[in-house]
Antibody, heavy 119, light 107 residues
C-alpha cells in the first residue's frame, strides 16, 4: 500500500523559505514514477507545483519556477519542496502525490499539510 | 497555459439521481484528462484517467467520456458518499492545470 506523508512547519514568516518533505512508504521512490507537489489555498482550487523523478529530473510550474526547488533523497525514500520568498498568497494546503509511471495524473496522495504564511 | 473550465460551479442533485459534470479545455488535451473527487478535509482521490478509465476501486456508477476539449463525468445514481467537489485535470500540456471544481450538493 503506497502511503505518502507530508511534514514541515505549519507557520512560515513572509519572505522566508517554506520547506516540506514527503515521506513515501510501501513503495520505492526509485521505481519508475514521477512524484509531485500540488497546493490548495483555503477554500480554493488545486494548483500543480511540479514533478520530480528519482533521478532528479524535474518539471516546475512556470508561475512558481523562480522560487521553487524540488529534490529527492532515495536513501530516505522521500522527496522535498522548497518555496522561497513566501507571501500570504502562498498560504495553502500542500499535497505530495505519486504520478504512476509516466502517466502524469496523480494516483496516490498524501493527506496534505496546511502552511500559513504570517508574521 | 491551458485553461480548464468546469460547469456548473454547483450542482444540486437528489440521492439516486444522475449527475452530469462538464469540463472544457481551452485547447485540445487529447484524452489526457483525469477526474478527482475531494471531500472536506481530505486529499483529492483519483476517479478517472485517460478521460474514461476508472481508477482502481472506483464504483461503476462513475463514468467519464470525451476527448479533445470537451469532457464529461457522469455519476449514474448519486449515493450519499458522492456529495463532494470534483476537479478535472489535464496532463497533456505544460503546465499541468486543474479546473476550478464543481460542487455536488444534496438537493
Amino acid at each position: 500500500q503506497v502511503q505518502l506523508q507530508e511534514s514541515g512547519p505549519g507557520l512560515v514568516k513572509p519572505s522566508d523559505t517554506l520547506s516540506l518533505t514527503c515521506a513515501v512508504s510501501g513503495y520505492s521512490i526509485s521505481s519508475s514514477n514521477w512524484w509531485g507537489w500540488i497546493r490548495q489555498p483555503p477554500g480554493k482550487g488545486l494548483e500543480w507545483i511540479g514533478y520530480i523523478y528519482y533521478s532528479g529530473s524535474i518539471y516546475y510550474n512556470p508561475s512558481l519556477k523562480s522560487r521553487v526547488t524540488m529534490s529527492v533523497d532515495t536513501s530516505k525514500n522521500q522527496f522535498s519542496l522548497k518555496l522561497s520568498s513566501v507571501t500570504a498568497v502562498d498560504t495553502a494546503v500542500y499535497y505530495c502525490a505519486r504520478a504512476y509511471r509516466s502517466s502524469w495524473y496523480f494516483d496516490y496522495w498524501g493527506q496534505g499539510t496546511l502552511v500559513t504564511v504570517s508574521s | 497555459e491551458i485553461v480548464m473550465t468546469q460547469s456548473p460551479a454547483t450542482l444540486s442533485v437528489s440521492p439516486g439521481e444522475r449527475a452530469t459534470l462538464s469540463c472544457r479545455a481551452s485547447q485540445s488535451v487529447s484524452s489526457n484528462l483525469a477526474w478527482y473527487q475531494q471531500k472536506p478535509g481530505q486529499a483529492p482521490r483519483l476517479l478517472i484517467y485517460g478521460a474514461s478509465t476508472r481508477a482502481t476501486g472506483v464504483p461503476a456508477r462513475f463514468s467519464g467520456s470525451g476527448s479533445g476539449t470537451e469532457f464529461t463525468l457522469t455519476i449514474s445514481s448519486l449515493q450519499s458518499e458522492d456529495f463532494a467537489v470534483y476537479y478535472c485535470q489535464q496532463y497533456n500540456n505544460w503546465p499541468r492545470t486543474f479546473g476550478q471544481g464543481t460542487t455536488v450538493e444534496i438537493k
